[in-house]
Antibody, heavy 124, light 108 residues
Framework: EVQLVESGGGLVQPGGSLTLSCKAS????????MNWVRQAPGKGLEWVGR??????????TYAASVKGRFIISRDDSKKSLFLQINSLKTEDTAVYYC???????????????WGQGTVVTVSS | SYELKQPPSVSVSPGQTARITCSGD??????GYWYQQKSGQAPVLVIY???ERPSGIPERFSGSSSGTTVTLTISGVQAEDEADYYC???????????FGGGTKLTVL
């Protein structure tokens, strides 16, 4: 079964740091670009950033709202994606999803597989 | 910054047709994508590349594109279609992804 499972969320104080993980199974993780998307309580989806695959140098891009504080990385040997969040703010409170970017042939690079999300709460 | 604009809400009765629009300056140069999110669940892809439907998505879901607007159409709406729907596209430089603000579909 194709699956993504996030972990690492929790309650964190403002100014703190947190690393989220996303474990993939059931597909060739190393072939795919991978993304993080977040959703604040009662709000819409917000794209956070993406890492390309090895063929494209594992390059990363970020939304302007998180650039400089968020770091996306991956370990293809462990089929895992990571999101390091630094200098946490109350407005970072959200459900964080990892999502697979599909291939051109099957889904035209759409986000075709999503995890169930992990909740990050930033509060003192 | 690049934005995608959707109506906040659409309401239809069961069996009717629901149309949800999404406008953005990157269309039609970029493709549009649509996701369904039911309460408390992760999003699910329902339309990709403007008009394509993933396997497992009912035929009543369809997509179209005209100028700077992409549209999700749900024909013969069912109660189970009540959800939030989000459009998505890359920006014009292909450097980032953008989601629309979401449309809440209510089945009366």
């Amino acid at each position: 079964e194709v699956q993504l499972v996030e972990s690492g969320g929790g309650l964190v104080q403002p100014g703190g740091s947190l690393t989220l993980s996303c474990k993939a199974s059931g597909f060739s993780f190393s072939d795919h670009y991978m993304n993080w998307v977040r959703q604040a309580p009662g709000k819409g989806l917000e794209w956070v950033g993406r890492t390309r695959n090895k063929a494209y140098g594992y390059t990363t891009t970020y939304a302007a709202s998180v650039k400089g504080r968020f770091i996306i990385s991956r370990d293809d040997s462990k089929k895992s994606l990571f999101l390091q969040i630094n200098s946490l703010k109350t407005e970072d409170t959200a459900v964080y999803y990892c999502a697979r970017e599909g291939s051109h042939d099957t889904s035209g690079y759409a986000f075709d597989v999503w995890g169930q999300g992990t909740v990050v709460t930033v509060s003192s | 910054s690049y934005e995608l604009k959707q109506p906040p809400s659409v309401s239809v009765s069961p069996g009717q047709t629901a149309r949800i629009t999404c406008s953005g300056d990157a269309f039609p140069d970029q493709f549009g994508y649509w996701y369904q999110q039911k309460s408390g669940q992760a999003p699910v892809l329902v339309i990709y590349k403007d008009t394509e439907r993933p396997s497992g998505i009912p035929e009543r879901f369809s997509g179209s594109s005209s100028g700077t607007t992409v549209t999700l159409t749900i024909s013969g709406v069912q109660a189970e279609d009540e959800a939030d729907y989000y459009c998505q596209s890359p920006d014009s430089n292909d450097s980032s992804w953008v989601f629309g603000g979401g449309t809440k579909l209510t089945v009366l």
